[in-house]
């Protein structure tokens, strides 16, 4: 037996209290865990050597179900409107229980640790009951090297337990699923979900309470750097290209979704990638689907063929699909996790309304509406005949993991961008020509095009007209980009149609603005669209 997999290593979980009777499998490996986890059933493998599991009922993150801990410390300085709380006494049955239920299971600990930047990383003992759990979070944090591990002091302990069922009477949850993160103790416990995304954003959310008070930018962006040193980073939601665009083979990736943005520059929260597989192909994102085809790589509610080969176009489990790698699997992925401050900030959002233009130039005060916006659009679903968009706002493009109001993270975002003189782009990779379910979605050549146009520094001295309705500026013609596709109206066929989308657009962002209208200045909200008369 290995020394990783002695019982009960006194450095192991003791830590909060957290003990068992069986076995303890410490800081295992990619091939330990992978035998462990089809050992118990856990997970199988792909005929290309990945590691396929599957979550059952919860395929994606619980939102409505994560609690933080309101005590006096945390009163002043956390979002209320925005983060559930719970109270002192609840957490600790909470954590009790989750002690109780732990003490006769086989448990998996990774010592890991959040932040690249060394003066402000977060080091991070997880301990799951999966064994597939335990190489997820493995991929997906940094890891130690092992003179670290050897000297390793926790400063956060998550503790994920798929099985136990939280009692809502008892612990103050909404139902027997709970992610319960206490902030001044920085102990997260998840229980009665097996998806593994949970984790990465419990230390996202810890990261993102903690570094503002160290004025640094917690930021839920990709990020990557070209030849010269220009680094940009990318904030999106879900769906809306963070991973597929940051994953430029002329650039070297320094992240896919999570950065801080601190005093020697940008620097990636993570080892690893979390990108979605759905209809993922070799042809359009080559760099992501070669992670699929490797030893190490985890495939969440991907569905094999008979020959177990992964079917990326099946969404019968969910539209969610994920693949969980280290970072090293991309071939120009940064060995550092770090770059220095950026030259362009990319804020990326997926219309539905087929009313953006594929790129925009934003003035910082334009940069920050938009950041607390936090705009895209989600199609409303796959039935026949429901083609209606609907609008998705969450500010700072990661509403779920900010525990702090967002004025303090834009007003974070608006100094640095002022002090290092960066150029803010607006990029819609939504649809064009019209709304979905009537126009097609944005090619993904253009906005490869524009982004390299934007990010080489070229699109500057283009010819800008200023939107009507948005009035932030728009390129009138780009070498290579068929120039019909940068006024969206001219590529609707109905303009009277596009006129009552761009309406109700409008509104929409007027009428979600309004909770920030008192935290924000003059400039910021004389950046908001104002609806002008179209002309035909």
Known sequence: MSEAGKRNPDCAIDAIGLKTTGMVRYNFGAAELYEEAIRRGEARLTAQGALVAETGQHTGRSPKDKFVVRDEATEPHVWWDNNKAISPAQFESLLFDFRAHAADKDLYVQDLVGGADADLKLPTRVVTEFAWHSLFIRNLLIRPQAAELERFLPDMTIIDLPSFRADPARHGTRTETVIAVDLIRKIVLIGGTSYAGEMKKSVFTMLNYLLPQKSVMPMHCSANEGPAGDAAVFFGLSGTGKTTLSADPSRTLIGDDEHGWG????????????????????????????????????????????????????????????????????????????????????????????????????????????FLSGYTAKVAGTEKGVTEPEATFSTCFGAPFMPRHPSEYGNLLRELIAEHKVDCWLVNTGWTGGAYGTGRRMPIKVTRALLGAALDGSLKSAEFRTDANFGFEVPVAVPGVDGAILDPRSTWTDKAGYDRQASKLVNMFATNFEKFERHVDATILGAAPRLQEAAE
């Open 263 to 370: 005093p020697h520059g940008v620097f990636n929260f993570e080892g690893g990638c979390y990108a979605k597989t759905i209809r993922l192909s070799a042809e359009a994102e080559p760099e992501i689907f070669a992670t699929t085809q490797r030893f190490g790589t985890v495939l969440e509610n991907v569905v094999l063929d008979a020959g177990r080969v992964p079917d990326f176009n099946d969404g019968s489990l969910t539209e969610n699909t994920r693949c969980a790698y280290p970072l090293d699997f991309i071939p120009n992925a940064s060995k550092t996790g770090r770059a220095g401050h950026p030259k362009n900030i990319i804020m990326l959002t997926a219309d539905a309304f087929g009313v953006m233009p594929p790129i925009a130039r934003l003035t910082p005060a334009q940069a920050m509406y938009h």
